[in-house]
């Protein structure tokens, strides 16, 4: 476990590297999808974070919103707009929905929404250590799902941005925001886009040292913390800025943010 080519971001925490052992478990092949969690709110009436907080994180070239609801750039990442309305069933704003988006991830979901989508479906979010184990799809030590290879080598392989980061996505792999789950090619598991697309959230806590104290067996992280880890980058990576679309990459948000290129899969219990 852990990043062995040397692409690490230095505060993320990727080394050590660490052999680690698990039990056996079973993952979605995908994502969950638009339609799956339509499902869940239809079962239940679950309204997200997103929804009553009345506001979500939305990718400027995304934006589909009347201005008054856009509250203005993040600080630090000025590509990112904080805005009112959006959220999993209009994920660009108020002026934008999931029509003819069924098969794609659902969005706008914070680390709690995840969970209690797990709850319903009797599942539960990887641990961090699943989650790489399941990304590698059995080849040991890669970069990527794939291999070593570029993400564009013969053929694109996820979907990440292409261009000048943030201003121009020349969409050479087809797509802006995210893509329908079953796009590309699987891993050696048959797990789908583990890498590009979305950012799926975790169950544990981050912490950038977990690594140097993790179990051999196991293991689910540190105890407490204020953030949880999300893995696998999204449409939004490019080298440029952000190289975190490989299988040891890590990063993190607090349990109740939400962001239009962040989703989730889940594990059985």
């Known amino acids: 476990m852990g990043d062995s080519s040397g692409d690490r971001n230095p505060a993320d925490g990727e080394v050590p ?28 009436g679950y309204r997200t974070e997103a929804e009553v907080f009345g506001f ?9 919103a009347p201005p008054v609801d856009v509250m203005g750039p993040a600080a630090g990442t000025p590509w990112w707009f904080g805005v009112r309305g959006a959220d999993w069933r209009h994920p660009g704003g108020a002026a934008s929905s999931i029509d003819g988006l069924a098969e794609h991830p659902v969005v706008h979901i914070s680390w709690n929404d995840a969970v209690a989508y797990c709850a319903w479906a009797e599942r539960r979010l990887p641990t961090e250590a699943e989650w790489e184990y399941a990304a590698r799809g059995g ?5 990527y799902p794939w291999g070593d ?9 996820a979907n990440i941005w292409q261009g000048v980061f943030p201003h121009e996505n020349t969409r050479e792999d087809g797509w802006l925001t995210t893509a329908p789950v079953r796009t590309f090619a699987p891993n050696g598991y048959g ?13 544990d806590w981050f912490s950038p040292t977990y690594y140097g104290t993790s ?6 992280g540190p105890d407490a913390g204020t953030t949880r880890v999300l893995r696998g980058g999204s449409y939004l990576c490019h080298v440029s800025y952000c ?4 299988n040891s990459a890590r990063s993190q948000n607090t349990p109740d943010s939400s962001m239009g290129n962040a989703g989730f899969r889940t594990v059985a219990r």
């Open 17 to 44: 590297l660490h052999d680690v052992a698990l039990e056996a478990f079973e993952i979605d092949e995908t994502s969950v999808t638009n339609e799956a969690f339509a499902a869940f709110v239809d079962a239940t």
């Open 56 to 64: 979500s994180a939305v990718f400027h070239l995304a934006l589909a």
């Open 139 to 143: 080849i040991a030590g890669a970069t």
């Open 149 to 157: 290879d570029d993400v564009d080598a013969e053929r694109w392989r």
């Open 191 to 203: 797990l789908w886009q583990m890498v590009g697309n979305v950012w799926e959230w975790c169950s």
């Open 215 to 220: 179990p051999a067996f196991d293991p689910h």
């Open 243 to 246: 190289n975190r679309y490989r």
